[in-house]
């Protein structure tokens, strides 16, 4: 059964991996507990060739200890203060794992590592993110820098006119997350909208029924529909703490956000997924992807509250999308 998820998490999963050599996941996640006030669980899984059977039960026990052991050790090094406990499992496939680790402990934020790629010089996402951002019910904040200085930046990137959801109830959702971050982490709030104009923008005034060299009338379009966004993001920055600050940004999502959130110095970058039909079936492993991959901060990714859902039975075949 469905159940609603505070703005403010009070239980917190940290996705580990042990043999790590730097753990700015765990960072976060214990800054996040002390501000939240919230317990942890350090939560670790691994996959082992050979340990299946009956044969392999001893080592299996020997190897789940000693990984409880480790999860300890850096549990009482950067949880100090907090109220935490550990779980080491051996299984496959990870995603599944985690996910169910997660419903268990009913937690309210996954907070994990992504992995960086020195030869890349990038952030890579695994093979077991995607379904993490696919199926994880609750906010998931990948961690991608080393930490966060004393008063984080933080924007949550909404988009009020979307069809998919004519009441915005997503973009309330991102907006509550990212501001009750913002409140306790005691940052900064910007909420950014890139939209993209295409039939003015991109064909020009004969697409609109206009004369050829109808330039006035194809910026007062443009205009029109650039106050009508920012009327939509300003009624969703109103009101809470602390104030936020309105960013419209003229693009498409990909081009846009990753320059955004360089040229600000993002430190977190609130994204939603969205209910979208078999038609985006390819956006995960495309737009998406390069999306998430090229914006240089932390990403917290938001799902669609379930009540902005169809009934099941007019549901077929939808899945959660990252929405771009």
Not at 53 to 74: C, H, K, S
Not at 131 to 142: A, E, G, S
Request: aromatic share 4%; with cysteine.
């Amino acid at each position: 059964m469905h159940r609603s998820i505070p703005p403010s998490p009070r239980r917190i999963v940290l996705v580990v991996d042990p043999a790590a050599v730097s753990q700015p996941a765990l960072e976060k996640a214990a800054r996040l507990a002390r501000a939240f006030r919230a317990r942890v669980l350090v939560y670790a899984c691994d996959h082992r060739e050979g340990l299946d059977g009956p044969a392999g039960a001893a080592l299996r026990r020997a190897a789940v200890a000693a990984g409880e052991r480790e999860l300890e050790a850096l549990a009482a090094a950067s949880l100090r203060g907090v109220r935490a406990e550990v779980c080491y499992e051996l299984g496959h496939p990870r995603a599944q794992r985690i996910l169910a680790a997660v419903a268990r402990a009913r937690g309210e934020l996954v907070v994990v590592a992504a992995q960086h790629h020195a030869a890349a010089r990038r952030t890579l996402f695994s093979a077991a993110d995607w379904p993490l951002i696919r199926d994880c019910p609750v906010p998931l904040l990948y961690a991608k820098t080393p930490r966060w200085p004393a008063a984080p930046r933080i924007a949550a990137a909404v988009d009020p006119l979307h069809p998919a959801d004519p009441r915005a109830l997503l973009d309330r959702a991102l907006v509550a997350r990212a501001r009750a971050l913002a409140r306790a982490l005691r940052g900064s709030l910007s909420i950014v909208h890139a939209w993209l104009p295409l039939e003015p923008a991109i064909v020009g005034p004969l697409a609109l029924g206009l004369p050829a060299g109808a330039s006035a009338e194809v910026e007062r379009a443009l205009g029109a529909a650039e106050a009508r966004a920012a009327r939509a993001v300003g009624a969703l920055a109103r009101g809470g703490r602390p104030a936020a600050s309105v960013v419209l940004l003229r693009g498409a999502a990909i081009d846009t956000l990753p320059g955004f959130a360089e040229l600000e110095a993002l430190d977190v970058l609130a994204l939603g997924a969205v209910s979208r039909s078999r038609l985006y079936e390819a956006l995960i492993g495309a737009t998406a992807e390069r999306l998430l991959e090229r914006v240089p901060c932390d990403l917290l990714i938001v799902k669609a509250p379930r009540a902005a859902a169809r009934p099941k039975a007019a549901r077929g075949g939808r899945r959660q999308r990252v929405a771009v």
